[in-house]
C-alpha cells in the first residue's frame, strides 16, 4: 500500500494506492509511485495527467508486469471543489455533515458513462477520464485499500463493505483521526485471532473553511 498528501498553492494534493504482490518487487513499485505521485504533481494539477504520467513512466518500466490501483484526489481549499481520478481503486466513502447511514450512494462515482479506469502500469498511453464532486464544509471523505473490506477472520469470512458502511455510519461527529482509529479497532475486533492477510491503509480528510 502507499499513501501521500500535502498543500501546494492552496490545494490538497493526496493519493491512495494498493500495488499487485508482494514482498521485495512490490515495495520498490510503491516506493516509485510515491516519488513519482510527488515530481509529478510539483508541476501538474490535474489528477488525470497525473495519472496519465505515473501510468505511462510505470509502463515502460515495468518488468515484473506488476500494476498499481490508485486514487489520486485534489482538493480546491477555497471552494471545496474535488477532482479526482480513480485508476481501478475503491471507491471513497464521501460522509456529508449530519449524514444518515452511508450507502453505496454516498461512495465517489468512478466512471462516467464510461468503463472504469484502469489501473496503472498496464497500457502505456492509456487515457484516464478524471470526475470531480463538490465538498461542503464539514464533509469527510474517507479512503482505503482493500486489506480493510478483505480482512479475513477465523472462518475467512470477509470484513466487507456493509460492516464499513455500518460502521462509518456510527462516526458522526468524530475527528478524521477518530474515524480511522474506529475502523482500525471494528477490523481488529472482526479478524481477532486471525493472521493479517494484506496491508490496511485508511485516510480520512474532512474538509473545513478556512483550514482541513
Do not use: W
Request: aromatic residues 8%; contains cysteine; negative net charge.
Amino acid at each position: 500500500d502507499l499513501y501521500d498528501f500535502y498543500v501546494r498553492h492552496e490545494k490538497l494534493f493526496f493519493c491512495v494506492g494498493d500495488v499487485s504482490g508482494k514482498g521485495v518487487p512490490a515495495s520498490l513499485v510503491m516506493a516509485t509511485v510515491r516519488s513519482l505521485f510527488r515530481s509529478t504533481t510539483a508541476h501538474a494539477e490535474s489528477p488525470a495527467e497525473v495519472v496519465r504520467e505515473l501510468n505511462d513512466t510505470l509502463a515502460e518500466q515495468n518488468d515484473q508486469n506488476m500494476f498499481v490501483t490508485l486514487f489520486v484526489g485534489v482538493l480546491d481549499l477555497a471552494t471545496g471543489d474535488l477532482r479526482y481520478c480513480n485508476a481501478g481503486h475503491n471507491a471513497p466513502v464521501l460522509i456529508t455533515p449530519n449524514s444518515q447511514l452511508p450507502t453505496v450512494n454516498c461512495q465517489l462515482p468512478t466512471a462516467i458513462n464510461v468503463l472504469p479506469n484502469l489501473p496503472i502500469g498496464i497500457i502505456h498511453g492509456y487515457e484516464y477520464v478524471e470526475q470531480h464532486t463538490q465538498m461542503d464544509r464539514g464533509a469527510t471523505l474517507f479512503l482505503y485499500t482493500d486489506g480493510l473490506t478483505e480482512a479475513e477472520n477465523g472462518t475467512h469470512e470477509q470484513y466487507g463493505e456493509k460492516r464499513m458502511l455500518e460502521t462509518l455510519a456510527q462516526t458522526g461527529g468524530l475527528r478524521p483521526r477518530e474515524i480511522v482509529e474506529r475502523l482500525q479497532k471494528s477490523v481488529a475486533a472482526f479478524v481477532a485471532d486471525a493472521p493479517q492477510s494484506d496491508d490496511l491503509t485508511l485516510l480520512a480528510i474532512r474538509y473545513q473553511v478556512p483550514a482541513i
